[in-house]
């Protein structure tokens, strides 16, 4: 790894180890800049390797272009101090990407179809409608107590997401150890289990796409509210 890298490192989710990558750029003298987790905020830091590693593993993030490094390490420096932390649009790795080529992008997110420049926005139309018989303050307070509880439900469905389909590919191997011993009862009872192992992932996989819908939604909701005249 070298000045200007981005990298990441996995970390825990609920308990289980390597769910998500964290994602920062290296300073290039021993720190690095990434969002880094205070509490329940999270701010954008230059902290020490050891603090952004965990005493975990670290890996670097090709990209067939990126920027010079002197041009990365300006616009990670740049938002240093910054507090806009969004799971969906300003998450760790959409600062790196950023910071590396210019672009705003995710690919822990389009890893599961959730591309959200091609969704078709559904109309939350309850809280919508209860944003127009309350105060802006009220009605503000309300969309952002609904987001954060869409990330922690978003989040929940990408742990169980990720365990079906780590099992999916625990079958397989299990499938192919048993068909190598001629045992072709269990490789089929293998294949089951996979298959639906691997239906839990598509039913999860929609679930997250449509969790990214609605707080799209909401966030196009919140604004309205937001940009209304008192």
């Not at 409608?129 to 107590?145: G, I």
């Not at 009862?185 to 996989?205: I, M, P, W």
Request: hydrophobic share 35%; charged share 25%.
């Amino acid at each position: 790894m070298a000045r200007a890298d981005q990298i990441y490192v996995m970390r825990p989710l609920v308990g289980i180890d390597g769910v998500y990558q964290h994602h920062g750029i290296d300073h290039g003298d021993g720190t690095i800049i990434h969002y880094r987790k205070t509490g329940d905020q999270a701010i954008i830091s230059r902290t020490s390797f050891e603090i952004f590693s965990w005493g975990n593993p670290v890996y670097p993030v090709h990209h067939p272009l990126v920027d010079p490094p002197d041009r990365v390490i300006d616009r990670a420096k740049s938002r240093l101090g910054e507090q806009q932390y969004d799971l969906f649009f300003n998450n760790c790795e959409h600062f790196a990407t950023w910071c590396k080529t210019g672009r705003r992008e995710s690919a822990q997110l389009a890893n599961f179809g959730l591309r959200l420049d091609q969704l078709s926005l559904p109309e939350f139309r309850h809280l919508a409608a209860t944003s127009h018989s309350t105060s802006p303050d009220q009605a503000l307070h309300s969309f952002h107590r609904a987001i954060a509880d869409i990330a922690v439900a978003y989040q929940t469905s990408l742990t169980q997401q990720q365990a079906a389909q780590a099992e999916v590919e625990s079958w397989q191997r299990v499938a192919q150890r048993a068909l190598a011993k001629n045992r072709e009862d269990l490789a089929r009872a293998a294949l089951h289990r996979k298959v639906e192992a691997r239906g839990r992932v598509q039913r999860l996989t929609e679930q997250l796409q449509q969790l990214v819908e609605l707080e799209l939604s909401l966030q196009r909701q919140r604004d309205r509210v937001a940009d209304s005249p008192g």
